[in-house]
Every structure is written in structure tokens, then in C-alpha cells.
């Protein structure tokens, strides 16, 4: 833990430097944010309400370096490049976002202690700032801890890893918050889906009407 936050300290006094092409003063300047983008949408089978997405694949060193730097070096910063590129995407896919609520993915508040923040959090508020669209950070809660879903492989063992990890930490503000609204729920990484549908079962308890998880990118 303490090395964690050395560790962070001494990141954070690194001189800033975009993860693509070297350039000095930011972590991920605008030429590599817009050259790395591989828009990818899709639509789960399983959720005709949620679509999926994605700047670009994290197999792409550039994504995947940002969001190292966003998640494991406590370097918050990261989140303003990605969210206003996240923001960029959503304001070119919809026009009206009178009915609209942004939610970030929850991490488990143990995790969130440990981190000292979420990531998701973060591009959000960008997010939010940039599109003018409220944010919602307290209502979807992450209920129980899950193991990363790319570590494990068997489907079935990947939907038992996430169901029941979200709830509404008020059902009845939550029906009067979220009815008829479209959420979009931003996360950093999307892997299979199985995840967001298990928080998209969780809101449309609550009278969400469509679904849109917006995420930097997308794993394998
Ligand atoms: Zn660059």
C-alpha cells in the first residue's frame, strides 16, 4: 500500500509526456487521441436496451497505456483527454440529452478505498462537464467484490462472477430519478458485456428506458 502511494507520488511529479508520441505537457495529446480512435458499437443479444461503445481496442498500446496511467498510477489527469474523446463520441451519436443521466461504472467501495478513487468517476465528470448532462455517482452501487471477468474463460463461471454485484442503494429516489431516462454508464475497459448487463438488470428495475455504456476501450 505505501509503495503504492510512493509509487504515485513519484509519477505524479514525472514530467507529463503523451503515451503515443513523447510530446511534453500532456499524457495523451489530441493527434494521438484522434489517430489511435477505432469507433467500435455493438449491441449485446442479450439486452436489446444496452449498447456498447468503444474508442479503441486495448490491445492498442495508446489506449492501454492511458488507462495504466489512469488506473494503476494514480495519475487522474489522464481522465480529462479520454472523457472529452468520450464526450466527442456521444455528442456525435445523439443529438438531445434532455432525458439523459450519466452514470459511472461503481467499483466496490474496498477497491475505491485502495485506489482512492474511480477511474470511471472521473471520465464521467468530465464527461458531464463537457455535454452538460447530470451526474449520477451515488444511486448504482457495487454490492459485492468480482474478480477481473478477463481472468476468467468458462461463460457460465463469468455470469456467476457478476450477477447480484450491483444494487440501488435507494429503489424508491431511484424509480423517481431514473424513470423513462436514458443512462449512459461509462466505464474505462468493456471485456465481455457481462458486467454492464448485470448493472443494466439493476436499472431497469428502476424504470430506465435504453442503455448506452460508453467506454475508452474495449478488451479481448
Ligand atoms: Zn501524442
Known sequence: MYKQILSQFLDALLPRRCVGCLRYDTWACDDCVAASQRR????????????????????DPFWRHSIELLKFRGIKEVAIPLGLALAEYIDELDTSFDNAIIIP?????????ERGYNQATLLSE???????????????????????QAQISN????????SKAFSLNDQIRAERVLAGKTVYLIDDVVTT?????????????????????YA?????
Request: charged share 20%.
Open 216 to 220: 475508452v476501450a474495449r478488451g479481448s
Open 105 to 113: 461504472m461503481p467499483l466496490h467501495p474496498r477497491r475505491v478505498c
Open 193 to 213: 458485456g457481462a458486467t454492464a448487463l448485470a448493472a443494466v438488470k439493476v436499472l431497469q428495475k428502476a424504470g430506465v428506458r435504453k442503455i448506452e455504456l
Open 40 to 59: 467500435h458499437q455493438t449491441t449485446l443479444p442479450e439486452s436489446s436496451v444496452l449498447s456498447i461503445q468503444t474508442l479503441g481496442p486495448y490491445h
Open 155 to 162: 461463460p457460465i463461471e463469468r455470469f456467476n462472477n457478476v
Open 126 to 148: 468530465i464527461i458531464s462537464q463537457s455535454l452538460d448532462i447530470p451526474l449520477l455517482d451515488n444511486l448504482l452501487v457495487r454490492i459485492k467484490s468480482t474478480r477481473a
